[in-house]
Nanobody
Framework: QVQLLESGGGLVQAGGSLRLSCAAS????????MGWYRQVPGKQRELVAI???????HYTDSVKGRFTISREIAKSTVYLQMNSLKPEDTAVYYC????????????WGQGTQVTVSS
C-alpha cells in the first residue's frame, strides 16, 4: 500500500514563498515519475511539476522560474519550493507518484491547500 503524505500548505501573501513536502511510504525510486498537481474548484487537475527517476524535471509554463521540484531519496520525500507566489497559484496541491510498467498507475496524496492573498 502506497501512502503519500503532503504538508506545507497554508496562507501566504502575494510575492511570498511556501515549500510543500510529500513523504512517501517506502522508496520513491519505485516510481517512474513523481510530481505535483493542483486543482481549483470547477477546473481539471493540472500538472505543476514532475521529476523523473534520473532527476530530470519538467514544469508547466506558468510556474517556470518560480517553482522548483526536488527530492531527498534517503527521506523518500519530494518537495515543491514555491517562490514569488501569485493569487492565481491558489489551489489544492496534490502529490502524485506514477508507475509506468507494467501498466500506468497513479497514486495520489490527500492534497494540501495553498492560498495566496493579493
Amino acid at each position: 500500500q502506497v501512502q503519500l503524505l503532503e504538508s506545507g500548505g497554508g496562507l501566504v501573501q502575494a510575492g511570498g514563498s511556501l515549500r510543500l513536502s510529500c513523504a512517501a511510504s517506502g522508496s520513491i525510486l519505485r516510481f517512474n515519475v513523481m510530481g505535483w498537481y493542483r486543482q481549483v474548484p470547477g477546473k481539471q487537475r493540472e500538472l505543476v511539476a514532475i521529476i523523473g527517476t534520473d532527476g530530470s524535471t519538467h514544469y508547466t509554463d506558468s510556474v517556470k522560474g518560480r517553482f522548483t521540484i526536488s527530492r531527498e531519496i534517503a527521506k523518500s520525500t519530494v518537495y515543491l519550493q514555491m517562490n514569488s507566489l501569485k493569487p492565481e497559484d491558489t489551489a489544492v496541491y496534490y502529490c502524485n507518484a506514477k508507475v509506468l510498467v507494467p501498466a500506468t498507475y497513479d497514486y495520489w496524496g490527500q492534497g494540501t491547500q495553498v492560498t495566496v492573498s493579493s
